[in-house]
């Protein structure tokens, strides 16, 4: 699975230099401006991992884990210990669930136990909810965007359908004044 050869490749190659990886899909727009103030706040606390929560019912249980479409980072030192004396590969093996972003959550909060409970929630009253939006490319189609962006300090958008991306990038680049 991707997520978890990118994850090793990162704890191999790259584990000192960051404080956090990121994991988005390739229909995801991450605002950065946004973005850096909840890093920065959750590498102070060193938060193991955080972004949309999620939930998924498997035999009797709920695993938690985040939504990698909505996009998530993982700290530095959560990785290390995933990756530790072959940790993501047997991950890879036993994982039960077919979903990877859901194979990931499970390998951090069960089979390694590295005692990551869920996803850290970034949700306030201040932010009108949600910063992080995993959603259906329809919501898209029907959201006025520019001012979706301008009232919401958004920190990722999913699925979003290549020809919304232009109206996108530039109500944020309004937004910012660049």
């Not at 899909?25 to 193991?48: C, F, G, K, W």
């Not at 965007?145 to 999913?158: G, N, Q, R, W, Y």
């Amino acid at each position: 699975k991707k997520a978890f050869r990118m994850f090793r490749w990162m704890a191999d190659n790259m584990i000192d230099e960051y404080d956090y990886f990121a994991k988005a899909d390739d229909d995801s727009y991450l605002v950065i401006p946004d973005l850096m103030p909840i890093v920065d706040s959750m590498a102070s606390r060193e938060v193991p991992f955080f972004g949309r929560t999620g939930s998924y019912k498997f035999q009797d249980a709920n695993i938690q884990y985040c939504s990698g479409g909505a996009g998530y980072f993982i700290h530095r030192e959560t990785l290390h210990g995933a990756a530790e004396d072959g940790g993501l590969e047997r991950c890879l093996e036993r994982s039960p669930v077919p979903n990877e972003d859901v194979s990931v959550g499970w390998c951090l909060t069960s089979h390694l136990d590295l005692g990551v409970s869920e996803c850290e929630k970034t949700e306030s009253s201040k932010f009108k909810g949600q910063r992080f939006y995993h959603t259906d490319p329809w919501t898209w189609k029907t959201v006025d965007v520019p001012k979706f962006i301008a009232e919401h300090d958004t920190v990722s958008l999913h699925k979003l359908l290549s020809n919304r991306l232009r109206d996108v990038n530039r109500a944020y680049r309004g937004k910012f004044g660049l």
